[in-house]
């Protein structure tokens, strides 16, 4: 159970800890003004409203929600106090005001009423449509195909286990993260989630952050540091591409899993860790131990119960491509002016989407559409506003496969263009208005290029320009 958005209006590293664990993207601002400039963007779900602003601020902010944005709700969070000032919240117009910590089970069951008071709204905008039913919003992986309800019914099966350590295995931007977080949210929704880049740090500075180190213990260390193992509590520690862990810290890792304890940098004394540890990989871990980067027996130790996430080029991904290039197209915020405008994609640009190789992947597809919709200036999304990486094409063009190799030899953007709009006429049975609106050009645009590529409704009277021909007369392209 969880939302797309929440804005936390506040300084407290709680409250934004509470609400990363119930939403999709959480976003964090410093007081009420802040605030309502985000909310004004991103339009969220929810807004979870730290007690300690001055009881005017509070007053005049929660007006300013309902003058503003009457549908999104304010639940005001406060502290362990016995005094309880719901009514008095509630009189001003937040739905619920939670006590603490020992409240925040009772956010699942307001989110839950929030659901279920914008059903209606999320099926008339069809965003209801984007998740598997059976695990809805909650794992926040987008997709109905085959390989990706595998991957949910994994990620049930394992939240719900006692498996531990979890590894999640897929190619960069598969949503590895994402899978990290929907198995936290299902089974210690209430605790920490803890992320550490292993490729980001030293190994002097890695093994500081996860075990801590004592006073003393090497140059610098002028007071005790606890790790982010202890910080976690009975949370969740997420290791983002172990592969890059260096040996020695594969080894001390190894204990932890093995002992569920571990010793601070210089310490004496074994500290218990009681966290659930989700380690990801975007290599070959098989391959990294057959070439000695990776030791054998934490590979054995991590791979319990694998969950994968397949890359979206495959062909049990590739369903999903279509369904997440409007998902984003419908979610994006690179663009607040542009709201629903594009709001669709012509279906010539979604086979071209359906087409790539995604080495990046779903995130590489975000960035696509995203990009799209900046470049758009009609309400479809065409083929000349979707752009790929040119870096992937130089590298293809530099070493090309001998398959690519033989599709390169009779290779030109012009006549990969004639054959696009020739296809749309004959699709929409020469209507040049629809076939303008298949391609996301105007139709002034078609035609000009119709009478540029000397494109004729029957095919036999129309030479081929990419092709030499012995005479030089060419006969004009009926436009009727």
């Not at 109905?144 to 019914?153: C, E, G, I, K, P």
């Not at 090497?218 to 290791?239: M, N, Q, V, W, Y």
Request: hydrophobic share 40%; aromatic share 6%.
């Amino acid at each position: 159970m969880s939302l797309r958005r929440i804005v936390v209006t506040g300084k407290s590293a709680e409250i934004q800890q509470l609400a990363r664990q119930v939403a999709q993207e959480a976003f964090a601002a410093d007081d009420p003004d802040e605030a309502l400039d985000i909310t004004e963007t991103v339009n969220p779900d929810l807004i979870l409203l730290d007690h300690k602003f001055d009881f005017s601020d509070i007053r005049d902010f929660i007006v300013s929600v309902h003058e503003n944005f009457p549908n999104v709700p304010i639940v005001v969070v406060g502290d362990n106090d016995e005094k309880n000032p719901t009514a008095e919240y509630k009189q001003l117009g937040a739905c619920e005001y939670l006590r603490g910590k020992r409240d925040y089970s009772r956010l699942e069951e307001i989110i839950r009423q929030i659901q279920g008071g914008t059903a209606a709204t999320n099926s008339e905008s069809g965003t209801d449509r984007f998740f598997a039913a059976e695990y809805a919003a909650s794992a926040g992986l987008v997709g109905h195909s085959v390989a990706m309800l595998d991957t949910l019914r994994m990620i049930r099966l394992v939240a719900t286990s006692q498996c531990n350590p979890v590894l999640i295995l897929g190619e960069t931007g598969t949503g590895k993260e994402l899978a990290a977080r929907a198995i936290h949210i299902l089974r210690h929704p209430n605790e920490h989630f803890v992320a550490v880049n292993c490729a980001a740090l030293t190994s002097n500075l890695l093994e500081s952050e996860l075990f801590g180190h004592v006073k003393g213990s090497f140059t610098g260390a002028d007071r005790e540091k606890t790790g982010l193992f202890e910080l976690t509590g009975s949370g969740t520690i997420f290791l983002d591409e172990i592969s890059e862990m260096p040996p020695e810290l594969q080894a001390k890792l190894l204990r932890v899993l093995q002992e569920k304890t571990f010793r601070k940098v210089g310490g004496l004394k074994d500290t218990a860790c009681n966290a659930t540890i989700i380690a990801t990989s975007n290599r070959n871990l098989k391959s990294e131990v057959r070439a000695k980067r990776f030791r054998a027996d934490l590979y054995y130790r991590l791979n319990i119960c694998p969950v994968r996430l397949a890359p979206l080029r495959s062909a049990g991904r590739m369903p999903d491509i279509a369904l997440l290039a409007e998902y984003f197209l419908k979610t994006s915020t690179i663009c607040p002016e542009k709201v629903n405008k594009p709001a669709s994609l012509t279906k010539l640009a979604i086979e071209v989407l359906e087409r790539h190789d995604w080495p990046g992947n779903v995130r590489e597809l975000r960035n696509t559409i995203e990009k799209a919709i900046l470049l758009e200036t009609t309400d479809k999304i065409g083929l000349s506003s979707v752009l790929f990486d040119p870096l992937d094409y130089d590298e293809q063009s530099e070493n090309p496969t001998p398959q690519q190799q033989d599709k390169i030899k009779d290779f030109s953007l012009e006549k990969a263009e004639r054959e696009l709009i020739a296809r749309a006429l004959r699709e929409t049975g020469w209507q040049k208005t629809q076939a303008a609106a298949l391609l996301g050009i105007t139709r002034a645009t078609l035609y000009a290029k119709v009478k540029q590529y000397n494109i004729e409704k029957n095919p036999l009277l129309a030479p081929d320009p990419f092709k030499p021909s012995q005479s030089t007369e060419v006969p004009l392209p009926s436009l009727t």
